[in-house]
Structure formats: C-alpha cells, structure tokens
C-alpha cells in the first residue's frame, strides 16, 4: 500500500507521459525507416519503464502492446519488398519484448511477496506487542485490586474483633479507596493512550481482509483438524476503517472458534467465515463454530474486559474487539449456533459501493 | 502460642498490597514485618520466634521463584507461601516442588492465606523444636567424657557389656559404672531413650 503511495506521489504522470512518448517515437522510427533495422527492439526500454509505475497485469499489457506495435508498424512498412534480414531483425525483437515482459513481471511478483511477507510480519509484531502490552496492564491493574480485597477483608476482620478495632478499620477502608483509584486511573492512562493513536481511514474491501487472515492462520486451521469454509459475498461495500484492527478482530474470533472447537472431543469441526451486505446497506461479518458454545447467561458478560472462560486467557481479546468495532462505528454481538457452538458477528457501516 | 509471637514476612513489591497484608496479618493477632525486596528482607535482622514468608513471585532483581533457591544456599529455614499477580501452572508446580506451602493467585481468599500462613508457622514451630531437642542433646553429649561417649555409642549399637568390654580392654565392672554415667548425663531414663537419643544426634545434622 505504502509503496504505491510513494510512487504515485514522486511520478504522479511524467513517468507514464515520458514512457507512452518513447513508445510512440519507437512507433514512427520503426514505421518510417527500413525493415533491416531492428528498431522494434527498444519497446523494452517502454516494458522496463513500465515496471516503474504500472501493476503486474499493466506490464503484461505494456508488453503485449509492444508487440502489437511492431507488428502494426511492419504491415504499414511491408509494400517495401521483405527481406530475410527484416524478417529475422522483426523476430529478435518480438522475442526480446516478450523476455523482457516475462522477466519484469516476475520482478514485480517476487517485489509483492516481499512486500506482503513484511506487511504480515509487521502484523504479527503488532499482535505480540498487544499481548505483551495487555499482560503488563493486567498485571499493573490486578496490583490495587488485589490490594482493595485484602484491605476489604482486613476491615471486616478488624469489625468482627472482639471489641471491634474501630480505627484500624477505618485505615483499611481508607487504603481500599485510595487503592481503587489508584485502579481507575491506570485504566484512565489506558484509555489516553489508545485515543494516542487514531485509526487509520482506508476504504477497504473485507473480504480481502477476510482472506488476508484466514492466510496468515491457515497451518492453525489445519492443524487444528478444522474444515474452513469461506462464504463471501461480492456485493459487500467497501468499508473505512483501519486494516490492521480489523484483521485483529477476524484474528481474534478465528483463535477464538478455534479454542473453543478444540475443547470439544466429537463431531465435526466446522469454521464458517462469511460476509454480506447488511440490511442498512453495510457490511457484516459472521464467524461462526461448532465448539463449546457459550452459556446464554455470558452472552452480555463476553465482551467485558478481563471476562474470560479460558483457564490461561488473559479476558482481552474479544474486549478489544469491541472498542476497535466500536471506534469503526460498527457493532459487535454473539449468539448460540445450533446444533453446537457460537456465531460471532460484527457490523460496519454504510461505505462505498464496490 | 509457646511464648514468643510467630512473625509473617512479607515480600512484595507493590506499597499498597503491603500496607493491605499487614493489616490483615496484624487482625488476626500475628506478629508481620514487611519488605520491598529480597535484598530488605535478606539485611534485617530477625527476632528468633517461629516464621513464615508470604513471598510475591514477581519482584525487581531476584524474582520470588529464585530467591527460593537461594534460601537453601543462605540456609534461611522459613516455609514460603507464595503470592502472585500472573501465575500459570508451571510456575506454581516449580514452587510446590521446592516445598512452597502455596502458591495463591491475586487477588486470593483472605482465609486462605491465612490457612496457609498457619501450616507455615505450624511447620516451624515443629522444625525450631526438633531443633531445640537436638541441640540439649548436644549439649549434654559434649559433657560426657571421651571414655563414656566411646561406651555411649557401643552401647546404643547393641553391644552387651561383656563384649564392650573385651574390645576396650577393660573390666565389665568398669564399662558399667560409665555406663551408669552416660545414662545420668544423659538424662535417659532406659537404653531404648538412649538409643533414640543417639540417633537424634546422628540425624540431627541432615534433619536441622
């Protein structure tokens, strides 16, 4: 995404005007001079100069267009008698434009696995950094509250003394407030430092989202012995949004399903992610399990912070999920999946027509 | 309580679950001093009454799991009950193993710590008294003289006069009359006291 910005933003249409420029000159030399001359064969200074600013299919396209010129620019050349020579010089060239498309395009491929490779790398990073993050806050806000019940249970212990201690009752409750505060403020400073960082605004399309994440957790699924099925609608509209929080959200509900289907010993394993078009015309996300399930009485309480049912689960993820849907405008919700397991969907609103 | 009042060492990193603990150590009528760190705790001087530390896992410099370990090198004796804002089981298995009384996770059941804080203390009052008995023992023991702690460690193996006797080269008139000694010095009241007090002796340097 950054890379095309940066091109669009130092070649915004001198590079593509300089390039169809070259092509036309290459276009008239080669109509106007003689066949011997292998003219046609600097239409692959155009195919590299392409690369520079054009995607792999418009490279391909640059390409066959070159081909196509020096073909049109001998049949308007060709009332002069056709000589061996001609014949052979048009060959080396066809052949030279075609090499070279055929090695700019794998150029351009192995730059986009690159690029995609780092771009999940640095999602990766970003998961980590959330984990550890999360940790360090739930350490840091379990400190005063573990505080807060000793002095509770210190004061009631001091009350039911015989005769009560009045006085080291009233301390206890007076460090419990402070302590309380002390609790509320960390998740104050908790708080600033997410609205530090504003979303970014993209358009996006969800189900490239969709895909991009199922992709980076594929070997899980599989390890996992979860069949996935991908139901994607193509008439979701794009939506504004932040991709990376997105992805952590689908992330999430993925990891999630899939905690939840290895806690059951039987029946089949079944991931269902699809996407729609809601009724107020955005876009709706469903993720849907055959696990465990959720009880109906935790339906509310799930997306609470530090609520968890998992023995070693910090009560985060889906936590988080809710604020970055809800920083998105959207809306988030469970319900029971029938026979088994849960559905997680998440709303977003009216964006752009695809 | 025998005496002296049993003393809870607590240490934890944060102030304010420090202040908390205290208190409610202090409710329960038990004696509680309280530390930042290992460090503190390792440079006070403590009062020679029963103990027990209440110890948060997670602490600036030697964490609470190693500073366990090195107890033993310090030889400090006190049972260990531990605290812990983010423990997972294997953390919890290790302190166990290491002879934890427990491992609680904040914030924990307040009767809980202190039913853990109680068997610490229980453990050792019982390990201070062994202790105390041996050392009697050893006191008496270094009474006796060469002779009679040579007879004293016959007898109790099972020998009759009569062979101890022959071995030492001596009367079996004489070997009774020190005999006679070692059981007064001693203070024991029949051979098999003897020998349970001779074995103590032995044992007393591995159990202690």
């Known amino acids: 995404m950054k890379l095309q910005h940066l091109r669009a933003i130092t070649a915004p249409w001198l590079l593509p005007a300089a390039t169809a420029a070259l092509a036309a000159a290459i276009f008239i030399a080669d109509t106007v001079t003689d066949l011997e001359l292998a003219v046609p064969a600097f239409y692959t200074a155009v195919v590299l100069l392409s690369v520079r600013f054009c995607k792999k299919r418009e490279v391909i396209l640059v390409g066959l267009g070159s081909l196509g010129l020096t073909l049109l620019s001998d049949f308007l050349t060709s009332d002069t008698a056709t000589t061996q020579a001609g014949v052979i010089n048009t060959a080396i060239s066809l052949l030279a434009i075609t090499t070279t498309t055929y090695l700019a395009v794998r150029i351009e491929t192995e730059k986009e696995a690159a690029y995609e490779a780092r771009s999940q790398l640095a999602h990766v990073g970003r998961v980590t950094t959330l984990g550890e993050l999360t940790a360090s806050i ?106 990376v929080q997105l992805q952590q959200v689908i992330l999430n509900l993925i990891l999630n399903a899939l905690e939840a289907m290895s806690r059951v010993g039987e029946g089949p394993r079944v991931l269902t992610i699809s996407s729609a078009r809601n009724d107020a015309n955005g876009a709706l996300v469903t993720v849907r399990d055959t696990g465990v399930g959720v009880a109906p009485e935790n339906l509310d309480r799930i997306f609470n912070a530090f609520y968890t049912s998992k023995a070693d689960g910090m009560g985060m993820g889906l936590a988080i999920s809710r604020s970055i849907i809800e920083t998105h405008g959207g809306r988030i919700w469970a319900t029971p999946n029938s026979p088994r397991g849960a559905v997680f969907q998440f709303s977003l609103p009216v964006g752009m027509e695809p | 309580m025998s005496g002296t009042t049993p003393v809870v060492f607590v240490i934890d990193d944060s102030p304010s679950v420090r202040e908390a603990l205290d208190s409610l150590i202090r409710s329960v009528h038990l004696g509680v001093r309280t530390f930042g760190s290992t460090d503190e705790f390792l440079q006070s001087k403590r009062p020679d009454a029963p103990g027990c ?154 159990t202690a």
């Open chain 1, 138 to 243: 739930a350490h840091e806000v379990n400190q005063p509250l573990a505080a807060t019940v000793i002095n509770g249970n210190a004061c009631l212990r001091w009350l039911a003394d015989d005769p009560p201690n009045l006085d080291e009752a009233r301390q206890a409750v007076a460090r419990l407030v402070k302590d309380a505060n002390r609790a509320s403020e960390i998740i104050a400073q908790v708080r600033a430092l997410t609205r530090g960082s504003p979303p970014q605004k993209d358009w996006l399309a969800i189900n490239d989202i969709i895909l991009a994440t199922v992709s980076l957790i594929e070997s899980e699924i599989l390890q996992n012995q979860v069949s996935l099925r991908t139901e994607l609608a193509d008439d979701v509209p794009l939506v504004q949004g932040d991709r």
């Open chain 2, 53 to 206: 530390i209440v110890l948060d896992v997670r602490l600036p410099g030697l964490s609470g799991l190693d500073f366990q370990r090195e107890m033993v090198k310090s030889e400090i004796d006190l049972p260990v009950i531990f605290i812990t804002g983010h423990g997972d089981v294997p953390m919890s298995v290790r302190a166990l193993k290491a002879g934890a009384i427990e491992f609680l996770p904040k914030p924990f059941r307040d009767q809980d710590l202190l039913d853990a804080i109680h068997v610490g203390l229980e453990r050792d009052r019982a390990r201070r008294q062994r202790s105390a008995v041996v050392a009697a023992l050893r006191g008496q023991f270094d009474k006796l003289t060469s002779r009679e702690r040579q007879i004293m460690l016959k007898v109790t193996s099972g020998r009759p006069n009569k062979q101890i006797a022959a071995e030492l080269k001596l009367s079996e008139v004489t070997v009774k009359v020190h005999r006679r000694h070692v059981m007064r010095k001693m203070k024991a009241k029949s051979l098999a006291d003897l020998v349970r007090m001779a074995d103590k002796l032995s044992g007393g340097a591995e």
